[in-house]
T-cell receptor, first 115, second 110 residues
Framework: GAVVSQHPSRVICKSGTSVKIECRSL??????MFWYRQFPKQSLMLMAT?????????EQGVEKDKFLINHASLTLSTLTVTSAHPEDSSFYIC???????????FGAGTRLSVL | QKEVEQDPGPLSVPEGAIVSLNCTYS??????FMWYRQYSRKGPELLMY????GNKEDGRFTAQVDKSSKYISLFIRDSQPSDSATYLC??????????FGAGTRLTVKP
């Protein structure tokens, strides 16, 4: 149980394009989903917390107009990187909270490379 | 001072060794403590989860939490090459605000 699917696993795009990443909880409903960014050999940095049916809460320093988050259902959250630039290249990972204690289970991550 | 401190290693041990991984933290309000394993270019996989103080065992893995010392540990017995990964400690007050350690890179040599 507690499987989180993240798609796509790898994206290469040109500068200026937008990229959408999907995060799905496959066998449970997740009221809360989280989006993280991870640089090489560094730990996870929380970007935003998304709650189903409401606006996401962004961490300090994360541009909400740059990283659009939609949590339209209890099993799906999307992160759209708008007008991507090379400095947005990174590993993006989502997680979903499961159970009464909202333990986070992670997707496999998306490696974004912006040329 | 970081909220969560974890020695990034790298840590290299021979197969069969007992591995000890540790984290310290400063926020006494943390009450959920997790250990995740992350293979290269993959998302973290939940290994152990502990609420408040105490020990928890699952197969070759044992997690310990000492809230009085603000110190948590993960022990791996009979380590295997397949245990080679980065181990992340994580902790939170209510699981909506999880804070991660830097991760310890472990290599188990055959």
């Amino acid at each position: 149980g507690a499987v989180v699917s993240q798609h796509p696993s790898r994206v290469i795009c040109k500068s200026g394009t937008s990229v959408k990443i999907e995060c799905r909880s496959l066998d449970f409903q997740a009221t809360t989903m989280f989006w993280y960014r991870q640089f090489p050999k560094q730990s996870l940095m929380l970007m935003a917390t998304s709650n189903e049916g409401s606006k996401a809460t962004y961490e300090q320093g994360v541009e909400k107009d740059k990283f659009l988050i939609n949590h339209a259902s209890l099993t799906l959250s999307t992160l759209t990187v708008t007008s991507a630039h090379p400095e947005d290249s990174s590993f993006y990972i989502c997680s979903a909270g499961a159970g009464p204690r909202n333990i986070q289970y992670f997707g496999a991550g998306t490696r974004l490379s912006v040329l | 001072q970081k909220e969560v401190e974890q020695d990034p290693g790298p840590l290299s041990v021979p197969e069969g060794a007992i591995v000890s991984l540790n984290c310290t933290y400063s926020n006494s309000a943390f009450q959920y403590f997790m250990w995740y394993r992350q293979y290269s270019r993959k998302g973290p996989e939940l290994l152990m989860y502990t609420y408040s103080s105490g020990n928890k065992e699952d197969g070759r893995f044992t997690a310990q939490v000492d809230k009085s010392s603000k110190y948590i540990s993960l022990f791996i017995r009979d380590s295997q090459p397949s245990d080679s990964a980065t181990y992340l400690c994580a902790m939170s007050v209510n699981n909506n605000d999880m804070r991660f350690g830097a991760g310890t890179r472990l290599t188990v040599k055959p």
